[in-house]
């Protein structure tokens, strides 16, 4: 891999480009240090640009750089045996008491090194990136113990500096009970709270704070001691909310101004109506649907109607979630959830960037954001839903550098 350094600058006139919002009209991007100096007709051009340096764009698809908002990236290990348990007929609890499920991946990051921890994750990483990713959320969540979870925030911030990608880290020490930890429930999330939350967020380690909230997990009670803990710090949140059942989270979640609530499957009216005044983002998450073999829908009518913005995510993850594929995420929210290809597209691009506070940078093709966007051989937009199984990426900029 190349250092990002050293991959050519965007800067100049980018031209054949289609644009989203008139994929009928040749268009053109203009880089200037790094940044989006222009956008539009390429019959309206400026003369002050024509004479840039040019980069051809063959009639390509122009998009936003895509935007990952939820995965747990980094992890040691991989749990494909509890898949196929499950597919023989295994329950939970035969899973669980086979030594898998979520402290199996506890189990295998504590025992890998940070090297080996970036290495694995680096694998993963550079299969989204080569779709088009150029932003992407990394929790914690798989250390439950401040040397750990330490750990995994560490390789998130390399991860962001080696591949030159914008990563924003989130403290999900909520995840799950640690096995030491059984049966005091209250006494690890004080451990979360007093602990682990001050000292990561000390070492400039935390940009936003999750709980797993449910039954299976943590309850309001404890979901909310760790909102107040990461508001004393001025910490944004976010919530695994109503994945399972109506715990309540999202209203919760929401009185906190969360950025995003993620999965919410169950998720009531009330839930709705308290997301969209507090501008929080509903994640939908199908590839956990999917691998769960789910039947309950996401209420995406009733978010439709309103006016919650939707995110789309990978959720990647050992155990529910082992997809390395935006792009399969987006075809899984159309065909599963019934979004439309306008909303699976802005679900990935401004949606998501809004899900991880990034809006200003991220999610757009806007005159002074960095340049990061990707060029598609494709000669419609709905392609990007429709396909499945291959990546038709002509070119990536990312923070302001050709990496295609």
């Known amino acids: ?19 989203l919002s008139d994929p009928q009209t040749d268009a053109a991007i203009v880089v200037a240090q790094g940044a989006i100096a222009w956008v539009g007709p390429h019959a309206a051009l400026p003369a002050e640009f024509d004479a840039l340096p040019r980069h051809d764009g063959g009639g390509a698809l122009a998009t936003p750089g895509l935007v990952d908002c939820h995965t747990h990236l980094v992890y040691g290990g991989q749990r494909a045996n509890e898949f196929a348990m499950r597919l023989a007929g295994a329950s939970y609890e035969e899973v669980a008491k086979a030594g898998g499920g979520i402290v199996s991946s506890v189990r295998a990051t504590r025992e890998a090194s940070e090297d080996d921890l970036f290495a694995s994750a680096s694998v993963r ?24 979870e330490r750990k995994q925030l560490r390789v998130a911030r390399r991860l962001g500096e080696a591949h030159g990608v914008t990563v924003r880290t989130t403290f999900l020490g909520a995840h799950a009970l640690p096995p030491e930890y059984a049966g005091r429930s209250g006494d690890y999330i004080d451990l979360v709270c007093r602990e682990m939350l001050p000292a990561l967020a000390a070492e400039g380690l935390v940009d936003a704070v999750d709980v797993f909230c449910e039954r299976i997990a943590f309850s ?38 969360a950025l995003s609530c993620d999965h919410v499957e169950h998720l009531s009216q009330a839930g709705i109506d308290a997301m969209r005044a507090a501008g929080t983002v ?27 913005p939707m ?71 709905a392609e990007l839903a429709y396909w499945f199984g291959q990546r038709p990426v002509r070119a990536v900029v990312r923070q302001g550098r050709v990496v295609t």
């Open 311 to 381: 995110a789309v995510s990978t959720d990647h993850n050992p155990g529910t979630s082992p997809a390395l594929s935006l792009l399969l995420m987006v075809n899984m929210a159309c065909t599963l959830f019934r979004l439309t290809v306008p909303e699976a597209i802005d679900a990935v691009t401004v949606h998501a960037a809004r899900a991880l506070d990034l809006q200003a940078t991220h999610g757009a093709l806007a005159v002074g954001m960095p340049a990061n966007f990707v060029l598609w051989n494709l000669r419609e937009p």
């Open 1 to 19: 891999m190349k250092p990002f350094d050293s991959l050519p600058p965007a800067d100049g006139l980018w031209t054949g480009l289609r644009l």
């Open 125 to 148: 990483l550079q299969s989204l990136l080569a779709e088009g990713v150029c932003a992407i959320e990394i929790k914690s969540g798989y250390g439950l113990s401040l040397e750990h």
């Open 282 to 308: 509903a994640v939908l998450l199908p590839g956990a649907y999917y691998t769960l073999r789910d039947t309950h829908l996401p209420p995406i009518a009733a978010l439709r109607a309103a006016g919650v």
């Open 220 to 257: 309001l009670d404890e979901t909310e001691q760790v909102f107040r803990a990461a508001q004393a710090l001025g910490l944004p949140v976010k919530l695994h909310a109503e994945q399972l059942s109506d715990m309540g989270g999202a209203a919760l979640a929401a009185r906190y101004g």
